[in-house]
């Protein structure tokens, strides 16, 4: 380090003292040395929280450290996201720095401001927030979708990333891969699942879109607002409606049958059911979601293969040590269940 002090060992992927020179001499303010930790929660890109010498904090996000799809984890593509983003209507960390050079820490990487606030990863978190707060969440977090759906990729410079397929197909061709490049041994059903959303695909629409647009990707304030969208690495161009359905899709409600995932932040009382959330969007983008079944079904078998994928790294070492194998290990069964929502939903829409 510069001022002679040596680097705290890093967790894996991080070569701590390459690492901490490269943000010494790169991000503006930061003191060396600096300590890393690996931040639970992430369960494709691996995030870490860097806290400099004056005790600073920052965020750094790398790719797994293997099994990873040739166009997954593009860390360069999350990167040019969140600088679209900022200074927007869509709140996001402040990117400061990005490294495309592997010899750093063996794969690129980015750092960004920390933002502090209440992630709603269960449902003790939920339950920090007011019944207030709750409610001002379910509107913050339906006004930041909008605001983000309003954005034009052309004006936001993100104008060569928007495909000339479709969204749906794209995503089909890509996700079936996954699922069968992770060996789950529902393949059978998921491929199934495959030819009844490929064979329903609705018209389309093009802009930008999260890709994993969820509450626990979201840091909220005491009073509910949104203070950062999180998890750009999904984030493409296509139909907004994929958000919406995928939102909704994770969205559960305090009545919900008992499944293989366990009673999230929702369920705890005073968020607004899903219903609520769909009108919500409805009204205040003007956009017309009759087409909403179609994409939450997808984004049930989406996420049905996108959690073999995750299984499968993590059982074979590629996702360091963030205390979530045992847990990856116990629901497997999870995507047996999204598969089986996704079949159904779509046979009760040829009702």
């Known amino acids: 380090m510069?001022?002679?002090?040596?680097?705290?060992?890093?967790?894996?992927?991080?070569?701590?003292?390459?690492?901490?020179?490269?943000?010494?001499?790169?991000?503006?303010?930061?003191?060396?040395?600096?300590?890393?930790?690996?931040?639970?929660?992430?369960?494709?890109?691996?995030?870490?929280?860097?806290?400099?010498?004056?005790?600073?904090?920052?965020a750094l996000r790398r790719p797994p450290m293997g099994g990873v799809?040739?166009?997954?984890?593009?860390?360069?593509?999350?990167?040019r996201f969140i600088s679209a983003m900022a200074g927007t209507d869509v709140p996001v960390a402040r990117p400061l720095a990005f490294c495309d050079d592997t010899a750093v820490t063996g794969a690129p990487f980015y750092v960004m401001g920390f933002v502090d606030g209440i992630v709603l990863a269960d449902r003790d978190a939920?339950?920090?927030?007011?019944?207030?707060?709750?409610?001002?969440?379910?509107?913050?977090?339906?006004?930041?979708?909008?605001?983000?759906?309003a954005i034009d990729p052309h004006q936001a410079g993100l104008g060569d990333m928007?495909?000339?397929?479709?969204?749906?197909?794209?995503?089909?061709?890509?996700?079936?891969?996954?699922?069968h490049e992770s060996g789950a041994a529902y393949l059978p059903l998921l491929d199934e699942v495959h030819d009844l959303l490929a064979a329903r695909i609705p018209p389309q629409g093009t802009g930008i879109v999260h890709?994993?647009?969820?509450?626990?990707?979201?840091?909220?304030?005491?009073?509910?607002?949104?203070?950062?969208?999180?998890?750009?690495?999904?984030?493409?161009?296509?139909?907004?409606?994929?958000?919406l359905g995928y939102l909704l899709s994770t969205w559960q409600e305090p009545d919900d049958p008992v499944g293989a995932a366990p009673r999230g932040p929702t369920t705890v009382p005073g968020f607004a059911s899903r219903a609520a959330l769909a009108e919500r969007y409805a009204r205040l983008s003007g956009r017309d979601v009759s087409d909403l079944p179609y994409w939450v079904a997808f984004a049930h078998w989406r996420s049905a293969c996108i959690?073999?994928?995750?299984?499968?790294?993590?059982?074979?070492?590629?996702?360091?040590?963030?205390?979530?194998?045992?847990?990856?290990?116990?629901?497997a069964s999870l995507g047996?269940?999204?598969?089986?929502?996704?079949?159904?939903g779509l046979r009760a829409q040829d009702i």
């Open 2 to 58: 510069r001022d002679g002090r040596a680097a705290v060992p890093g967790p894996p992927g991080i070569d701590a003292e390459r690492v901490g020179e490269w943000l010494a001499s790169r991000v503006e303010g930061l003191t060396g040395p600096v300590a890393f930790g690996l931040v639970s929660g992430g369960r494709s890109n691996l995030t870490y929280r860097v806290t400099d010498a004056a005790g600073a904090g920052y």
């Open 211 to 243: 890709g994993d647009y969820r509450a626990g990707n979201l840091t909220f304030g005491p009073d509910g607002t949104v203070l950062a969208v999180f998890d750009w690495e999904l984030a493409t161009s296509g139909d907004a409606l994929a958000d």
């Open 307 to 331: 959690g073999a994928g995750v299984q499968a790294r993590y059982l074979a070492g590629h996702m360091a040590d963030d205390g979530y194998l045992a847990e990856a290990r116990d629901r």
């Open 336 to 344: 047996v269940e999204l598969a089986e929502k996704a079949r159904a």
């Open 126 to 149: 939920a339950g920090r927030l007011s019944p207030e707060a709750k409610e001002n969440a379910c509107e913050s977090l339906v006004r930041v979708l909008v605001a983000l759906h």
């Open 162 to 179: 928007v495909r000339r397929t479709g969204f749906a197909e794209r995503q089909l061709r890509r996700w079936r891969h996954q699922a």
């Open 69 to 79: 799809l040739e166009t997954a984890h593009d860390m360069g593509r999350e990167w």
